[in-house]
């Protein structure tokens, strides 16, 4: 895989959260890596008071509301549940801004994507308490993999493994994958699949084609991570689903996500935004950034057997 971040780290600053050589090789091998109490806990708890408040309004909102198609809900035997929140940033919570504002997150998208990375989707996706269906194996998107495209998963809550926790299959992300045959021959045990045990802070990079899912559980606690996916601008120009304009919409965010982050964490290191000028957004337009809608969405890869696993 020849990668924009090959091409562009000469001209990045180096910080605690850019990632080493060896967690890039890591990443690269096996399409996934767990970094250990990522997110300081002040920020993390806003984040956690940030998620509660969602989920709350989901629960709340009315259908004739413009925001009501950014949450997604389910119907389980036991009666209609949400799970998942779209375009976190519109919802009234300054922590999700503040995350991807912060070195803990653009420090990572620098290292994977090059200078040029690109914000493109961020949702929270959830378990609610009691709630245990299973999410079926399945890759995020698919694509010719010239360049990196992963998400970044912050923990709110404990995910452990007889409550629900991610399952993934290392070295998976190299091509789309049968999954039926996956599961008709293997179930849940594949060999080398990891259980990814994670704790509140801790967050996991997953390349969006390697296969992952969680199994059916008695209902646990309440399981909550946020995600945030970035890709190279030169990644969608070359495979789409979108345009230079969308990259220039999307890019509007970095401004006041780095302002948000600097107002709350003055004495933080702060992410230096090495952008290349010619996609710098000229027009800095914080309500119109906080929600761009996507309309495309690139494929991903799923058993059509089994329910689809959601909406990227």
């Given amino acids: 895989m020849t990668t924009s971040n090959e091409r562009s780290t000469s001209k990045t600053t180096q910080s605690a959260y850019h990632l080493s050589e060896e967690q890039i090789r890591f990443f690269d091998e096996n399409g996934y890596l767990i970094l250990r109490q990522w997110i300081p806990q002040d920020l993390l708890k806003r984040l956690q008071d940030a998620g509660e408040n969602w989920i709350k309004k989901g629960n709340s909102i009315d259908a004739s509301d413009p925001l009501y198609e950014d949450y997604t809900f389910a119907q389980r035997a036991h009666g209609r549940v949400m799970f998942r929140v779209d375009y976190v940033h519109n919802k009234g919570e300054a922590a999700s801004l503040e995350l991807l504002g912060s070195p803990y997150v653009l420090g990572v998208a620098e290292s994977l994507c090059g200078t040029d990375f690109v914000p493109t989707y961020e949702s929270m996706v959830f378990k609610e308490k009691n709630d245990g269906a299973a999410i079926p194996w399945h890759q995020d998107a698919v694509h010719p993999r010239k360049h990196r495209i992963f998400n970044f998963d912050l923990y709110l809550d404990a995910s452990h493994a007889d409550a629900g926790a991610l399952h993934v299959v290392p070295k998976t992300q190299v091509q789309r994958q049968d999954l039926c045959a996956i599961t008709d021959q293997w179930g849940w045990n594949p060999p080398d699949a990891v259980v ?8 996991l990079l997953h390349d969006v084609m390697v296969v992952h899912g969680s199994e059916e559980v008695e209902g646990k606690a ?3 991570t946020i995600y945030y996916e970035f890709r190279a601008a030169e ?3 070359e495979d789409g689903p979108w345009d230079q304009e969308w990259i220039d919409r999307r890019l509007r965010l970095i401004p006041p996500a780095l302002q948000h982050f600097a107002s709350r964490y003055p004495d933080a290191a702060q992410f230096q935004w090495n952008v290349s000028p010619g996609l710098r957004p000229a027009v800095n337009d ?10 495309n969405h690139m494929g991903g890869s799923y058993c059509s057997s089994l329910s689809k696993p959601g909406k990227k």
Avoid: N
Wanted: hydrophobic share 45%.
């Fill in 196 to 203: 990814v045990e994670m704790e509140p802070g801790d967050v």
């Fill in 222 to 224: 309440l399981r909550r």
């Fill in 235 to 237: 990644e969608i120009l």
């Fill in 286 to 295: 914080e309500e119109t950034a906080l929600k761009v809608a996507h309309i």
